[in-house]
C-alpha cells in the first residue's frame, strides 16, 4: 500500500512567490473532489465544492481526472495524474472501481460528490481525527514547511498542492456540449517534496512549474491514506 501511494502521489520540488498566509492557525478538513468536465453528473459537485471552498475550516480541492476526456470533450484540467490518485484511494476504501463526482473527505470517507448531507456528515466525522499543526510560509523568493515534533507519526508523505480559485469554460462537445461549467479551487499541480516521521523539521521547495494561485500543503499517511494535518497560502505571485 505504502509503494502505491507513493506513486499516486508523485514526486518533485515546486517554485513559488506566496502572499502571506491565511487561516494558519485554523484546522483544516481537506475534502477532494474528483471530477471532469465531460460527466453530466458532475456540475452539482462541483457548485457545492464552490460553497466548501469559501469555508476557514474546509481546504476544498478540485481534481479532475482524465477517463472521461474519451466521450467528445477532453478536460483541460484533468491529469492522469490526479485519476492515478483517485484509483490509490479506490484501493483503501475497497472499491473495484472509479466514480465522479467523488468526495474523499480528509482521505477517510468518500461520498457521492452531489450528496450534500453525506458530505457535512463525512466532514464532521472527519472533525474528530488526528489534525496536526503545519506552518507554511513565503521564504527567500519560495516556501517553507514547518513540522513541530509528533513522534507518533511515521511515514506521512508532505505533499504540495498548487491550485486556482475558479473557472469557467464554455463546453463545445460531449454530454455538457452548450453549457457553461464553473469549477472552483481547480488543482493545477502536486507533487510530493518530502517524507516525515515525526521529527521537528522545516522543508523549503520551490515551484518549477509556476501553476496555480494558491498553494496548500497535505500530510497524508503512507499506510492509511488519511489526512493528519494540511495548510495553505493564497494568491501567489508568479
Not at 458532475?42 to 457545492?48: I, R, S, T, V
Not at 495524474?81 to 470517507?109: E, L
Not at 521537528?200 to 518549477?208: C, D, L, Q
Request: hydrophobic share 45%; aromatic share 10%; proline share 4%.
Amino acid at each position: 500500500m505504502k509503494r502505491l501511494l507513493t506513486i499516486a502521489l508523485g514526486a518533485g520540488l515546486l517554485i513559488g512567490i506566496f502572499a502571506p498566509a491565511y487561516g494558519a492557525e485554523q484546522p483544516l478538513t481537506v475534502v477532494e473532489l474528483y471530477t471532469s468536465q465531460g460527466c453530466s453528473s458532475c456540475p452539482p459537485a462541483d457548485a457545492y465544492l464552490g460553497k466548501l471552498a469559501v469555508r476557514d475550516d474546509v481546504l476544498a480541492l478540485s481534481f479532475h481526472v482524465d477517463y472521461w476526456d474519451y466521450i467528445g470533450w477532453k478536460d483541460p484540467f484533468a491529469d492522469p495524474r490526479y485519476t492515478a490518485r483517485q484509483r490509490a484511494f479506490s484501493v483503501i476504501f475497497s472499491q473495484r472501481y472509479v466514480y465522479t463526482p467523488q468526495m474523499v473527505v480528509h482521505g477517510a470517507y468518500q461520498v457521492v460528490g452531489s450528496q450534500p448531507s453525506d458530505i457535512e456528515g463525512a466532514i464532521t466525522r472527519a472533525k474528530k481525527m488526528l489534525n496536526l499543526p503545519v506552518a507554511l510560509k513565503a521564504v527567500d523568493g519560495g516556501f517553507q514547511v514547518d513540522l513541530a515534533a509528533a513522534p507518533a507519526q511515521k511515514g506521512v508523505t508532505v505533499i504540495a498542492v498548487f491550485f486556482d480559485d475558479m473557472h469557467a469554460t464554455d463546453i463545445r462537445h460531449g454530454e455538457n456540449a452548450g453549457e457553461k461549467l464553473i469549477n472552483y479551487n481547480v488543482v493545477r499541480d502536486f507533487q510530493e517534496i518530502g517524507l516525515w516521521n515525526g521529527e521537528a523539521r522545516s522543508i523549503s521547495f520551490k515551484n518549477v512549474r509556476s501553476k496555480g494561485e494558491n498553494c496548500a500543503i497535505l500530510l497524508q499517511s503512507a499506510q492509511t491514506g488519511q489526512i493528519v494535518g494540511a495548510a495553505k497560502l493564497a494568491h501567489i505571485v508568479n
